[in-house]
DNA sequence: CGTAGTATTGAAACGGATCAATATCTGTGG
DNA sequence: CCACAGATATTGATCCGTTTCAATACTACG
């Protein structure tokens, strides 16, 4: 389209260059995530990353294949999961804008990435970004936080996991989207665009439980499914202390 | 003692000097953890690290406190846990020589440190670690990778904690302890320095189960339990199916 | 050598997994 | 625009293993 640059020029902010989200090294007060990048640093990150536009469903990388790329997540929704002998499919994270993903493996990829959404991905090869990194100390530090930002999501995740309760990981769930999509105030209703088998992998339970603690919430009036991917918060307090009962 | 300097000059790859082991982000080939710094960036190292003796039990740093430093085990055994308003204490990591902690907090530390066994920790203060790391964009992609790497092992963990079957965890817990003691070769005799309490906080199990597990890899003449913390290996090829058996 | 924390063992109950049957949704082609 | 097929989700009944509670044994440390 022929307004493309002027609106790449005119919006810095835009997600037409990449951007990192997280929690700084040294940031004393708030645990509130901020930009990491600087505007030159987002500059030369989209020098070496591709923007490419990927519809839903679509598979950005598989399990034991070489890993060529990193990512970030410009918009919309990735998954990363596993595929295990028995049949199940862990779903080790789901991945919203501005996070990093395919860093987290070396030779070859450990897991494999699907969009949940239509979304947009930056891809940067892993050979320029290493030799972007070795050069560029501050960026490389930022990404350090982000990494490291993002085990400690990945050690919440295993906390919420460890809950035997079915309605408890849920409710926890809903609250975790709803800050992620919101970025802090509420409008009363969570959107969930993935499937509940996806669910039922990130949250360790059968898609059963999933539907039946869904069920349960609603019963209980705590929320309303508006559809299979919307729910609106009727009872905010209930959701809270469901979420952190444990 | 006298010869402590030495001791010190003479082998640069003693325990004096603060290592880290991981995965390069460009190896292709070999999964196998391999010695991430040079001979120069650990003196470097140890320039900001304090080297400090601790005995078993200490606790390093609580939850909440403010994060003034991060760490690399030397020596011993740490373990890494929250402390939940239901009177659970999950154990998000036992932490091995060479490896980081600490630093996946900002600002307050979000969970408790304390080591398992007396151990030789390096302590290195957050303003200048980040200092260093601004300005040695090496020595930060090192520490990126290890990040890195410790966020595979905290997914690898979550998937553990899913399986619903206490035998199978163990199973998968000792072969993980084996390796990671071992670095390679195995003697058949595995040690766990940590306590049932202890496993039972990382595989998300209760004690009773983790007792329970023990006892049915005996009966099943898997494995015999010399003492509490060391288990000898009878039927390894027993213990790795029912490990990977999910 | 005793005491407190740690571990074992048993019995009962809870909660999710699993199997099975049905319902709903989504996207495709007529 | 509708109908159909395959995927996705709901709901019910049963089973199984872990949790929990309780009582006892062990062990490490002062």
């Known amino acids: 389209m022929r307004h493309d640059v002027d609106i790449r020029r005119a919006d810095p902010h ?5 951007a990192l989200r997280g929690i700084p090294l040294l940031d004393t007060d708030s645990n509130q995530p901020v930009r990491l990048l600087s505007t030159r640093q987002r500059h030369d990150l989209a020098a070496i990353a591709v923007r490419e536009r990927v519809p839903r469903r679509t598979i950005l990388y598989r399990e034991h294949a070489p890993a060529t790329s990193v990512f970030i997540v410009g918009q919309g929704i990735v ?7 028995n049949g199940k499919r862990p779903v080790l994270a789901f ?3 501005e996070d990093i993903f395919g860093l987290i493996e070396a030779g070859h990829y450990v897991s494999t990435a699907q969009t949940v959404t239509d979304a947009v991905v930056f891809r940067m090869p892993l050979v320029v970004l290493r030799d972007t990194l070795a050069f560029d100390a501050e960026l490389g530090l930022q990404f350090l936080c982000k990494v490291t930002h993002q085990l400690r999501e990945s050690q919440r995740h295993r906390i919420a996991i460890e809950r035997r309760d079915a309605v408890g990981k849920m409710a926890t769930f809903l609250r975790r989207l709803d800050q992620r999509h919101t970025h ?3 409008h009363g209703v969570i959107h969930m665009p993935m499937t509940r088998s996806d669910v039922a992998g990130y949250l360790g339970l059968s898609l059963e439980a999933v539907s039946r603690a869904c069920r349960r919430l609603e019963r209980s009036g705590v929320v ?5 991917h919307r729910a609106r918060v009727l009872d905010q ?3 809270d202390k469901l979420a952190s009962a444990y």
Chains 1, 2 share one sequence.
């Open 14 to 18: 835009s997600h037409e260059i990449p």
């Open 79 to 85: 998954k990363v999961f596993r595929d295990l002998p």
């Open 95 to 97: 991945l919203f804008p």
């Open 184 to 186: 802090g105030e509420r």
């Open 224 to 228: 309303t499914f508006i559809d299979r």
């Open 237 to 239: 307090r209930a959701l």
